[in-house]
């Protein structure tokens, strides 16, 4: 798969099948985010790969999914089998700003993922200290994203933008996410 199809298949999914991912796709794509783009290559983000079903558990109350639809929270048996913990080091970095960084690497492990047919899910409606105290985490690391991961239940797909950028669901279960025409996000000079 080469990167721009990677790009174009790459959808948010929110629920997924029981199947654990093999270790060690979870640490190729850690070594992906290792490797992303940092600005001054300050590199301030580690990572946290969470498999263990009593931790996945008691870190699912702490998340948040799919405001725009009514029942779009994956049911117990749909939930992801991994998260990565992206986390801001501030003995790295002392300002606790990590957006860029989590930003590059979130969507470097997502593309990845999508080559390793994983389905990825970017959470930031999370409740950050209950999810950094419920792993234990030092002072130093702050929880900046979590992304879910897994193999897919459902599918999503692009749909046209007709002026609403809300995603919803199908008739038949597919999410569908508008999205602006490259015609007006270009802008010709």
Do not use: H
Not at 13 to 24: A, C, H, M, N, S
Not at 66 to 75: E, H, I, S, V
Not at 159 to 178: H, L, M, Q, R, S
């Amino acid at each position: 798969m080469n990167v721009y199809d990677a790009i174009m298949a790459r959808r948010t999914i929110r629920k997924f099948t029981d199947r654990k991912i093999p270790q060690e796709d979870l640490i190729k794509l850690v070594d992906c985010a290792r490797v992303a783009a940092y600005g001054a290559n300050v590199q301030p983000l580690k990572f946290a790969v969470i498999t263990d079903k009593d931790k996945l558990n008691d870190i699912y109350p702490f998340t948040k999914w799919a405001g725009y639809l009514t029942d779009g929270a994956p049911k117990e048996n749909e939930r992801p089998t991994a998260y990565i913990a992206v986390l801001g080091d501030t003995s790295i970095k002392q300002n606790g700003n990590f957006e860029v960084e989590a930003g590059a690497a979130v969507t470097t492990i997502m593309l990845e993922a999508v080559e390793l047919g994983l389905a990825s899910c970017w959470l930031g409606a999370i409740a950050r200290d209950e999810i950094k105290n419920t792993l234990g985490l030092d002072d130093k690391l702050n929880v900046v994203y979590l992304l879910a991961l897994g193999y897919p239940k459902q599918e999503s797909r692009m749909a046209e933008f007709k002026g609403d950028i809300k995603y919803f669901e199908d008739e038949n279960g597919t999410i569908n996410v508008p999205k602006r025409p490259l015609e007006e996000i270009l802008i010709k000079l």
